[in-house]
Structure formats: structure tokens, C-alpha cells
């Protein structure tokens, strides 16, 4: 019965998608309820349809990267890390969020977007202190990379002129 139940469930959420097809929140429930089923590529739709009548909902933008790692989709997954470290005000979602897009991050370039996202962000007046927190392992993993084209001195420079602000700020 309880399996007739779970299905039953199914059924009125994609009916309520239907009926609705312009309800965020319909679209939303009916992607967790294929993304307990494992049924990922259905459940990337309904989140996608979700994120596409309310682009700043940081539960479907987290579902999303999820469901992108476990289908394999690096950039997709990295793509969906930093929208959530632009969008989110939350100390928690911003940390998680900009430690995922580092993990994602293997080039050069990425770190680099990374890091310039990261200050754009956290420039100005109320500005986050979590998102600069986040500098410091983008400037170990850019001094790490090996046999890549890192400008060294210019890395050094702004690496040093964030730890010299970090030591006044706090």
C-alpha cells in the first residue's frame, strides 16, 4: 500500500505541473519526488522548470548542483556553485558553495574567475566576509598548480595584499 501511496503522490504532483504549468513550487516538488526515485533526468527537468519561473531560489539551485555531480556534469555542477555563491546572503550556502566551486574549479582560468567573482562580491559596503574568507585556498590551489601558466608575481601580489587586509580586518 505504501508503494500505491508513493506513486498515487507522483501521479498529483505531475498533474499539478500540468495544471499549472507556470508554479515554481509545483515543479520543485515534482523534482524531489523524481530525485528519490533516481530518476535524475527527469528530476533535472522539473528543477530546471522550477529555476526558470524563479531564478533566485537557492533550494532548486542546490538540488541542481546536486543532481549535475551525480550525473557527472563538472561544469554544470560548478555553474550551479557560482550562482548560489552570487545570489545567497547565508554565511552556511555561501561557504558550501564556494568550497564546491573550488573543488570544480581544475584550470587556471576557473580559479581565476573564481577568485575575481569572489572580490567582486565581496567588495564595497556590506559587503560578506565569507565570500573573501574564501580567497586564501584559491590563492594556495592557483600556487599549486603545476606546469600551468600562472603569473606568479601578479599571484603574489594579490595574495599578499589579502593577507596584509585580512591582518587589519580582524
Known amino acids: 500500500t505504501a508503494l500505491y501511496l508513493d506513486e498515487e503522490a507522483l501521479h498529483y504532483a505531475e498533474m499539478a505541473t500540468r495544471r499549472n ?24 527537468g522539473a528543477y530546471k522548470k522550477a529555476l526558470a519561473l524563479d531564478e533566485f531560489d537557492l533550494e532548486t539551485l542546490e538540488a541542481l548542483g546536486r543532481i549535475a555531480l551525480r550525473m557527472n556534469s563538472r561544469d554544470e555542477a560548478r555553474d550551479y556553485a557560482l550562482r548560489m ?29 573564481l577568485e575575481r567573482m569572489l ?20 590563492y594556495e590551489a592557483l600556487a599549486r598548480m ?19 587586509e585580512q591582518l587589519f580586518d580582524g
Not at 504549468?21 to 533535472?44: T, W
Not at 552570487?86 to 576557473?110: F, P
Not at 603545476?146 to 596584509?164: K, M, N, P, T
Open 21 to 44: 504549468p507556470r508554479d515554481a513550487a509545483a515543479h520543485k516538488r515534482l523534482g524531489a519526488f523524481y530525485l528519490e526515485r533516481s530518476r535524475l533526468h527527469d528530476a533535472a
Open 85 to 113: 555563491l552570487r545570489l545567497s546572503g547565508d554565511d552556511d550556502r555561501i561557504r558550501a558553495a564556494g568550497l564546491m566551486a573550488l573543488r570544480l574549479s581544475s584550470r587556471v582560468d576557473e580559479l581565476e574567475e
Open 119 to 138: 572580490v567582486s562580491v565581496s567588495s564595497g559596503v556590506g559587503a560578506n566576509r565569507v565570500h573573501r574568507s574564501l580567497l586564501l585556498p584559491i
Open 146 to 164: 603545476e606546469g600551468a601558466e600562472v603569473d606568479r608575481q601578479s599571484l603574489g601580489r594579490r595574495a599578499l595584499g589579502f593577507l596584509i
